[in-house]
């Protein structure tokens, strides 16, 4: 393992030749709270070998503020790893491409396409208002009895997604949206079971049923997005509309516009449609999971939510954007959600593109770098009672709502979450309709959901049984 003798000065867990730290690793815990719990014995900042990867562990704010904000760039890289290459066509997406020319030019049109529907329009609350409506409908068929809430959200979730991307929306129970989530499904499930071979590359050769899974999982995403692809193709060679209908209409529009001298291909289209399935449904749809464990937990706080929307909203109109800034409570309780269980606890790995430092270490071009946002969110330093669930920690004295820099469940600098103000704009819409006409409460002789989640893709709740119950009859016409 070369380039350990130069090894920089931090403390180190021990480590062999080709399995690194791994034997000291084997401990019984997912990641985030094995990196908070050697950060204990080795101190905030501290490296460690994942195979024969040298990497240097961030538990706390201030090191992750220079990595991710005042060295935001020297910290922008992306290691090579076997299952995100196979996902993403060699890189050819956002979230694992490495730093390079391209990719800046292609995160800014994703950015600049988002922002079409989302700020520029009020495409994208037309779209998650109409599956939200479709969402109450659907639970209130299934008032009073125990429910899974976990497939009708993934469902709605997956719903807006396909909307938002190329321009289809399923009834609940089409056979193409079935297939959207099983495919989505297996690529999250395989790829967290996968994670070995990212340490060892080698291990690629060997047969592999999770990589096999993965493989006709992607297979089935790329023919289905394909087709999509080529069908807007032809619209917009026909002449189609000024306005871009959806995502894929406007990355092409955009590509196009870029001129022959963008190397943009298809093929990056093709990944940025998939990514905004894999980033954005699991993680979208979890954090609504989260809400309505933590709501289970606390009833008291789903009181207070109900009370605010009934005093700010009332029974008459739903819930629109317009309304953010008048829901500091349920706003509050959103951000209270994403800090105690922030579906992302470790932040996707960076990596130095340059020799530079973390707090005053040298870090050497090349390094991986994980951010422990778990231990960041739960440091005691910062935060009152880190592990109660109080939402009115996100509240000043006059009740207006805040947020403190060291919150920061989207990442932050170049390699912030990209659909963060899509995924925003769902949890607000999709929580404040969903409360505003439902209680949502532990059926008899259930038990409550267990709060601790397991660790895949991202950080997610056990399947748990709620009831719903609708808190007035609203016509099927309750207008936004
Ligand atoms: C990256 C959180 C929803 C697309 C990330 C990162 C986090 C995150 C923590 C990693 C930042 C880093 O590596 O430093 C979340 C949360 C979401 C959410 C909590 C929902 C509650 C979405 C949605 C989309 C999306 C809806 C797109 C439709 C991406 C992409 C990246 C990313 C493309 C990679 C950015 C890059 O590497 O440059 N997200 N995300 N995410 N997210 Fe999200």
Known sequence: ?????????????????????????????????????????????????????????V??????????LQKGKEFAGRPKMVTTELLSREGKDIAFADYSPLWKSHRRLVHSSFSMFGEGTSKLQTIVCEEATSLCSDLLTQAGQPLDPGPVLMRAVTNVVCTLVFGSTYQPHDPELKVVMDYNTGIVQTIARGSLVDIFPWLRIFPNKDLKRLKECITVRDELLNRKLEEHKAAQASGGSEDPRDLLDALLKGKSSAGEESSITDDHVLMTA?????????????????????????????????RELDEQIGRDRSPTLADRGRLPYLESTLSEVMRIRPVSPVLIPHVALQDTSIGGHPIQKGTRVLVNMWSIHHDPQQWEEPERFMPERFLDSEGNRFSPPYFLPFGAGPRVCVGESLAKLELFLFTTWLLQRFTFSLPRGVPLPDLQGRFGVVLQPLSFTLSVSPRFAWAADLGV
């Open 59 to 68: 538990n706390n704010f201030r090191h992750a503020r220079e990595v991710l």
């Open 1 to 57: 393992v070369g380039g350990r003798a130069s090894a920089p000065s931090l403390p180190c867990l021990p480590s062999l030749p080709i399995l690194g730290s791994l034997l000291s690793l084997r401990e019984d815990l997912p990641p985030h709270l094995l990196f908070t719990s050697l950060g204990r014995r080795y101190g905030d900042l501290y490296a460690l070998y994942l195979g024969p990867h040298y990497t240097v562990v």
């Open 274 to 306: 998939a990514e905004a399935f894999g980033a954005g449904v699991e993680t979208t749809t979890t954090t609504l999971l989260w809400v309505l464990a933590f709501l289970l937990h606390n009833p008291e706080v789903q009181e207070k939510i109900h």
